[in-house]
């Protein structure tokens, strides 16, 4: 079946720094998300991109989907103590209804 | 608006036992979709149920099955329980729409530990 891997793993980081992380596929996806999952809870989406190319905001998070359809990448700006859990991509097929493929997680860890 | 509500959170079962989890969606969601969560495996995804059919299934075996209710509610079964069995069960359900985006929206999870 499909896999994406999720890269980095884990990331330290201190306060007020920017965070970059990414997905790649050896399959193609008609549709790239983001989620994050705090302890304790389910995930929640962050970003939905539907088109190779796009390069979708919201707010200190910028996400794109890239060209070959094969890739995603989120960067968070300016990371606070909020920011802190597990960030992961998703990645759907076209005519699969809800049925997603997930990364692996980057937890991201933010240092006050 | 309520959140998707999984019921139990939290329960522990022996080996060979069966188990039964309860998600009821978001008001006015009728597509319900069940991962399973592992550290090992992290999020596969099981079934997703719309309009009380299963429109589609993941490479879980027969031990796992689901149902939806005609008020969108659901239910997911496993039986013969396996000590890797244990993980965290999410509930997820999604708006109609013509055609389906991926933008789900998560419950809690039900977190299963199998002795």
């Known amino acids: 079946g499909q896999q994406l891997n999720q890269s980095p793993q884990s990331m330290f980081i201190q306060e007020g720094e920017d965070v970059s992380m990414n997905c790649t596929s050896s399959?193609?996806?008609?549709?790239w998300l983001w989620y994050k999952q705090d302890p304790g809870e389910g995930p929640v989406l962050l970003i939905a991109?539907?088109?190779?190319?796009e390069l979708t905001s919201n707010g200190r998070l910028t996400a794109q989907f890239g060209i070959t359809r094969k890739d995603s990448f989120l960067n968070i700006s300016a990371s606070i103590p909020s920011d802190v859990g597990i960030y992961f991509c998703?990645?759907?097929?076209?005519?699969?209804?809800?049925?997603?493929?997930f990364g692996g997680g980057t937890r991201l860890m933010v240092k006050p | 608006k309520a959140g998707v509500t999984q019921t139990p959170r939290y329960l522990i079962k022996t080996r060979g036992q069966q188990v039964t989890l309860s998600c009821s969606p978001i008001?006015?969601?009728?597509?319900v979709s069940w991962y399973q969560q592992t550290p090992g495996q992290g999020l596969q995804f099981l079934f997703e149920?719309?309009?009380?059919?299963?429109?589609n299934k993941g490479n879980f075996p027969g031990r796992f099955s689901g149902r939806q209710f005609s008020n969108s509610r659901s239910e997911m079964n496993v039986s013969t329980l396996e000590l890797g069995d244990s993980a965290l069960y999410l509930c997820?359900?999604?708006?109609?729409?013509?055609?389906?985006?991926?933008?789900?929206?998560f419950g809690e999870g039900s977190r299963l530990t199998v002795l």
């Open positions: 997820a359900s999604s708006p109609v729409r013509t055609t389906s985006t991926g933008e789900l929206f």
């Open positions: 399959s193609i996806f008609n549709t």
């Open positions: 991109l539907y088109k190779a190319g």
């Open positions: 998703a990645g759907q097929l076209d005519n699969a209804g809800n049925m997603l493929t």
């Open positions: 008001s006015g969601h009728r597509s």
């Open positions: 149920y719309f309009s009380e059919t299963q429109r």
